[in-house]
């Protein structure tokens, strides 16, 4: 239903929990502590587009306070899995799903409770305009938003090819396509973020939170390769050939001598 299937989003969460900002997380963690020591009670967190609920499984033993969850997405075979991902937390008291188009709910009710909004690898998928209704949503005292994983446009890899220009090119275009909120942000995502988040009165943290991909992750390399030569064909037909040469040199490349890539992300936190 919304094309992230759970065997990506498995594949791809060594990498996620690598790759996030220790500094954001550390100060979400002093956040959290200091907003139930105001409140005393559990910590209502939302995760919006949990997936299979990857978020969760890194935060909730991170936050130092009892926590109360409530997972928000609109594939519900990733809702299921969500609905189990808590187990073994001793600090979550209460743990919810919720099956929802976030590009047509309305915000202020889904939220109405939530002290941190949280959402990982969604942002570069929302439109300006969404943003602009999250922050009406969400800008009160006492309450922050941890919005992680946002792709930047950033792709490099190893042992250099003259097409990796192009298929950069093309791939951040295909990011600015419509996933379903209208034209994406892609990877002015975070910037759009920091400034709207700025604008209605939050203090704001950002740092870079990159995938640094080693020859030990193929299996990760090949599908982004694949997924890459997939948005590159989308958005420019008549260079199929050239991007099917160049997916199969850099399968080659990966298969004889391993590749290393970055994969540029950002983590912003907004407290207001
Ligand atoms: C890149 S995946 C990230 C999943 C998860 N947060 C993680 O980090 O593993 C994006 C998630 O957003 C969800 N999503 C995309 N568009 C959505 C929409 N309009 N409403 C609700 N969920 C949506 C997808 O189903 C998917 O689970």
């Known amino acids: ?8 989003l498995s594949l791809r969460a060594d990498a996620d929990a690598r790759a996030r900002s220790a500094r954001i997380t550390a100060r979400t963690a002093a956040w959290a502590l200091a907003r139930t020591r105001v409140t005393g009670r559990p910590l209502a967190i939302a995760d919006l587009g949990c997936g299979t609920g990857s978020n969760l499984r890194f935060l909730a033993p991170r936050l130092p306070v009892a926590q109360r969850w409530l997972l928000a997405d609109h594939d519900p075979d990733l809702l299921a899995l969500a609905a189990r991902s808590g187990a073994g937390c001793r600090r979550i008291r209460e743990l919810d799903v919720v099956a929802v188009d976030l590009a047509a709910a309305p915000l202020d009710d889904l939220l109405a409770d939530a002290d941190l909004v949280t959402a990982s690898a969604l942002f570069d998928l929302v439109a300006p305009g969404w943003i602009v209704r999250l922050m009406a949503a969400l800008a009160r005292p006492g309450r922050a938003l941890l919005a992680v994983l946002s792709y930047d446009g950033r792709m490099t890899l190893s042992a250099a090819d003259p097409f990796d220009a192009v298929v950069r090119r093309l791939v951040n275009r295909h990011q600015r396509t419509d996933k379903g909120f209208g034209a994406a942000l892609g990877p002015l995502a975070a910037d759009w973020l920091c400034r709207h988040a700025r604008l209605s009165g939050a203090h704001v943290l950002t740092a870079l939170s990159d995938w640094q991909l080693g020859p030990g992750e193929a299996e990760l390399q090949q599908a982004l390769l694949a997924g890459w030569a997939e948005a590159a064909c989308a958005i420019a037909p008549r260079e199929a050939d050239a991007i099917a040469a160049w997916h199969a040199r850099r399968l080659e490349t990966l298969r004889r001598q391993g ?9 912003v936190l907004a407290w207001w």
């Open 1 to 8: 239903m919304s094309g992230f299937s759970a065997d990506w």
């Open 259 to 267: 590749l290393t890539s970055v994969v540029g992300h950002r983590d």
